[in-house]
């Protein structure tokens, strides 16, 4: 006799032995199933892998797997725990603080953590503030970001949050699909904080996809396929059971399936350079360099009024160093600017010579009398500091082009600014390498207005060189200028050589019988040449002296110079001296063009002289630092950290939120069921889920008389006892309660439920209030054997009922 057959009068001690498994649900905890927490355990861990391998493009460093699977490890930690103790919200809150700030020193910021373990003092004030400001710092930094920065904070506070939630919903709630919610939300989170190109998508969606669908697919075989407790028995329920199996088994296939082939049509269709929008995007706007005059055209400027001044003083420079003001690439037949055709100006940030070998240095850099937007730097900068009051403000208004090494400051530096960076110098190559090398392949605006005659002066000196190699290449244009040009700057009286560089200027340098200029030309001169025989070439601006280097070198108007860069393969950018010795002058200083130039377009006239009253570079206005940080932009950083922020919150609170809608949810749908039955069933179980949250035990599955049993036990509450009799006869008994007895019904249970509220304290009424227990057994296996117990008593009365010749109650 199984136990739904069994008398309702059976001694209690025979209903105790049937496998009702209740011993294991009294009191609604979930069971420990080791091979089902394993599978929910390691397919929550599987799915939200993908977050943590998606976060690789942003650090571009495999340091971002210890945060990222550190804060996993430690939020199904404490899922797994919090389930097995039957921890409400708000011990699992408390549990990931505390772990955040345990253990944030080791994953998220062990360069300020005792050991690298132990956290500090300044280990939880960053953990602290990192909770609101990580995600802005995140956002408004550049990719790669370093993990020096405390970026760190973002992956490993995003998986612990996530993990706990998603962990918590797979072991307590039915279906465990919930925990795919979570999961899904921690991928888009990490979509929109990461960059706009994935890590691996393929491999990602493969992972997401397949790992849900096998988890869910092996759950759903594993459940129950008949109630704990049988009404009847069969000898072919094996056989079924196998039959349902392969049958789930195989739709998981078949979805599988038909996944893998819409997912391949859809990557094969899918346009090849198409990428995805991101936060970052939108937060910071593309830096316009084109709103700054570029630093050549200042050049005589330079040579004329600050050859005795102190522009700044370096301290650190490494021998052979040069000094650089701006590298420019973009010739428009006027002048040569700097662009950002081959990389972008952003921010500044650590890390930004990655893969660049070479000797190490770290430079102090103090401002004098240079007054200008362009950044004096060296090598390619690893990284930069600004010192004294100030600091913050240049900080912000530093971008930096790690492509070209070239730096601006949009405030402008002054005298009185200092600042240290770290620099990586690349090794001077030799001769012997530089015969071997090739050109590189870079991305060099084309020049426009190039005078003819440079096509044919080029050629012809690579002609007369018999230069085949890429480095005779380069060593035939320079020597023809070192040695066919006269160096002068054209200051003295009767000089010969105008300022600027524009497409006429040059043009009549090449066409005079003797080519006179200095840096300024020579260098735009050899570059324009170089790239219209292919040669990949730019101009750079910026000071080097022969003995100063490796000391104290000071910067003046007399040791500024130009020089031109030509990029090869394995060597990088080389630089190349054109012009001619400074003592090399030319021997008819009213040397004019002549008479018969090569025909060349029309230019407009060079920019003007600026007065030499003013500091160079420096504008009249600040139209253009106005309009290059526009209000959109603000007002896009400050929606976007307020949204995350909220977010954080909101993602915080909506435990507490979800179960107080979800228990609301469930009372109103049992006091507004449709069958007048229903309602007074729906107020009894109400009755019996608030004394669950109370911590009161509740046989799961027993009879009304049982269950008011233990609770008149436990809570000295002799009206639980009648509500039950009303209950009984309410439901089971002849005819249908009226819409009075069950007004009637439900306030006597909400007198109930109040006694029990004003009996606990604050905090046992908060707990009460949160606890999952009574949401994860209502809904699971307790339910079915109710309704399986009440099925059978109902079909029990109804055929003494109709030995009697009453009408049976239907039960909605």
């Not at 959109?632 to 179960?659: D, E, K, R």
């Amino acid at each position: 006799m199984t136990a739904a057959t069994m008398p309702e009068t059976a001694p209690a001690e025979a209903r105790a032995k049937t496998p009702t498994r209740r011993s294991a649900r009294a009191t609604g905890a979930p069971a420990l199933e080791p091979r089902r927490w394993a599978l929910d355990l390691g397919a929550v861990a599987l799915l939200l892998l993908v977050a943590v391998i998606g976060f690789w493009p942003t650090f571009d460093s495999p340091v971002v797997l210890l945060p990222g699977l550190g804060g996993l490890a430690l939020g199904l930690g404490i899922a797994a725990l919090g389930a097995l103790r039957r921890w409400s919200v708000l011990l699992l809150a408390a549990a990931v603080v505390v772990a955040y700030f345990v253990f944030g020193g080791l994953f998220a910021l062990p360069h300020t953590a005792i050991l690298g373990v132990i956290p500090s003092l300044e280990t939880a004030q960053k953990l602290a503030l990192g909770v609101v400001t990580s995600w802005k710092s995140l956002l408004t930094t550049v990719t790669p970001v370093a993990a020096g920065d405390g970026h760190l904070i973002v992956p490993f506070l995003l998986l612990l949050v996530f993990a706990v939630v998603a962990g918590s919903l797979a072991l307590r709630v039915s279906p465990p699909a919930w925990a795919l919610l979570p999961v899904a939300a921690c991928v888009a989170l990490q979509i929109a904080l990461g960059t706009s190109e994935p890590a691996a998508p393929v491999a990602q969606g493969i992972l997401l996809a397949v790992g849900a669908i096998v988890w869910i697919a092996l759950r759903e075989a594993w459940a129950p396929t008949r109630s704990a407790i049988a009404v009847s028995s069969s000898d072919d329920e094996p056989t079924e059971d196998r039959a349902h199996l392969v049958r789930r088994v195989a739709s998981a296939g078949g979805v599988l399936a038909i996944a893998a082939v819409v997912g391949g049509a859809s990557t094969l269709l899918a346009p090849p350079h198409e990428v995805r929008y991101v936060i970052r995007d939108v937060i910071i706007p593309p830096f316009d360099i084109r709103q700054f005059p570029s630093p050549l055209q200042d050049f005589r400027i330079y040579v004329d009024e600050y050859a005795e001044k102190e522009l700044f003083t370096v301290t650190g420079l490494p021998e052979g160093a040069r000094v650089r003001l701006g590298t420019m690439d973009a010739y428009s037949g006027v002048v040569y600017n700097v662009s950002d055709a081959s990389s972008a100006f952003t921010p500044l940030r650590s890390n930004m010579a990655v893969g660049v070998d070479g000797e190490r240095a770290e430079v102090h850099v103090e401002i004098g009398e240079y007054a200008d937007v362009w950044l004096p730097d060296a090598g390619d900068v690893d990284s930069l500091e600004f010192e004294g009051p100030g600091a913050e403000e240049l900080r912000r208004a530093t971008y930096y082009n790690p492509a070209t090494g070239t730096g601006v400051v949009t405030r402008g530096l002054k005298e009185g600014d200092a600042y240290t960076f770290t620099t990586v110098v690349p090794p001077e190559p030799g001769e012997a390498a530089l015969a071997e090398d090739r050109f590189a392949r870079v991305e060099i605006p084309k020049p426009n207005a190039v005078p003819e005659k440079l096509r044919e002066l080029a050629a012809d000196a690579i002609s007369e060189a018999k230069a085949s190699t890429p480095f005779e290449k380069v060593q035939a244009l320079r020597t023809f200028l070192v040695e066919a040009g006269f160096f002068s700057h054209g200051l003295e009286e009767g000089e010969y050589s105008p300022s600027g560089h524009g497409s006429a200027r040059l043009a009549g340098m090449a066409a005079a019988e003797q080519m006179v200029g200095d840096d300024e030309q020579y260098a735009a001169l050899m570059a324009l040449m170089a790239n219209e025989v292919g040669i990949p070439a730019r101009v750079v601006m910026g000071f080097h002296a022969e003995g100063d280097a490796g000391g104290t070198f000071t910067a003046t108007g007399d040791n500024l110079h130009a020089w031109v860069e030509v990029a090869f393969e394995k060597a990088g950018w080389v630089a190349v001296d054109p012009t001619p010795d400074e003592d090399k002058e030319p021997k008819d200083q009213t040397t004019k063009p002549k008479t018969d130039p090569q025909p060349m377009p029309l230019q407009p006239p060079p920019p003007p002289k600026e007065d030499a009253d003013e500091p160079p570079l420096v504008p009249d206005d600040r139209e253009a630092e106005d309009e290059a940080e526009p209000l959109p932009g603000y007002l896009a950083l400050i929606l976007a950290i307020g949204g995350i922020s909220l977010g954080t919150i909101a993602l915080i609170l909506a435990p507490f939120v979800i179960i107080g809608g979800l228990k609301a949810a469930k009372r109103r749908k049992r006091r507004e069921a449709a069958a007048p039955a229903d309602r007074i069933s729906g107020g009894w179980d109400e009755l019996m889920d608030r004394a669950v949250d109370f911590g009161r035990g509740v046989p799961v599955g027993g009879t009304r008389y049982e269950q008011s049993a233990q609770l008149v036990a436990t809570l000295e509450e002799p009206r639980v006892a009648s509500l039950a009799v009303r209950a009984d006869a309410d439901v089971f008994g002849p005819g249908e309660p009226t819409a009075e007895e069950i007004e009637a019904f439900w306030a006597e249970v909400d007198g109930v439920v109040g006694g029990m509220s004003s009996r606990a304290s604050l905090w046992q009424r908060l707990r009460a209030r949160l606890n999952l227990r009574s949401l994860l057994q209502s809904g699971g296996l307790a339910s079915r054997i109710r309704a399986l117990r009440e099925t059978v008593t109902v079909q029990r009365a109804a055929a003494g009922r109709a030995l009697a010749g009453a009408t049976p109650r239907k039960k909605g």
